[in-house]
């Protein structure tokens, strides 16, 4: 089963810059996108960002323009979420995600495989 780990979470201060990391344990699976949700707690999972792994074409969450930039590498099998200027609301467990075929991304409910987790926290 394809695995999906996230690394680079952590701790700051509002205003201050995070990047997160996912890597994928296998190279060749299907995936027409990767993305990232988030789930703070007493809300729902959020969608912030997606990234087709073909085109590169790239949307996110309205609550994030402007301030987080999504980018992968193919041949390193990885993508990458740039956090600048964080913002308390922020702070969350955020999932790196894939969907193997083509559809509606921010849709969590039709995502394939998800990460683990990993925490950001961010203070004022």
């Known amino acids: 089963q394809v695995q999906l780990t996230e690394s680079g979470g952590g701790s700051v201060q509002a205003g201050g810059s995070l990047r997160l990391s996912c890597g994928a344990s296998?190279?060749?699976?299907?995936?027409?996108?990767m993305a990232w949700f988030r789930q703070a707690p007493g809300k729902e999972r959020e969608f912030v960002a997606s990234?087709?792994?073909?085109?590169?074409?790239?949307m996110y969450g309205e609550s994030v323009k402007g301030r987080f930039r999504i980018s992968k590498d193919n041949a390193k099998n990885t993508m990458w979420l740039q956090m600048d200027n964080l913002t308390p609301e922020g702070t969350a467990v955020y999932y790196c995600?894939?969907?193997?075929?083509?559809?509606?991304?921010?849709?969590?409910?039709?995502?394939?495989?998800w990460g683990q987790g990993i925490q950001v926290t961010v203070s004022s």
């Open positions: 995600a894939a969907r193997a075929s083509p559809g509606d991304i921010p849709n969590s409910a039709r995502i394939d495989y």
């Open positions: 296998e190279r060749t699976f299907p995936r027409f996108a």
């Open positions: 990234i087709t792994w073909t085109w590169g074409g790239t």
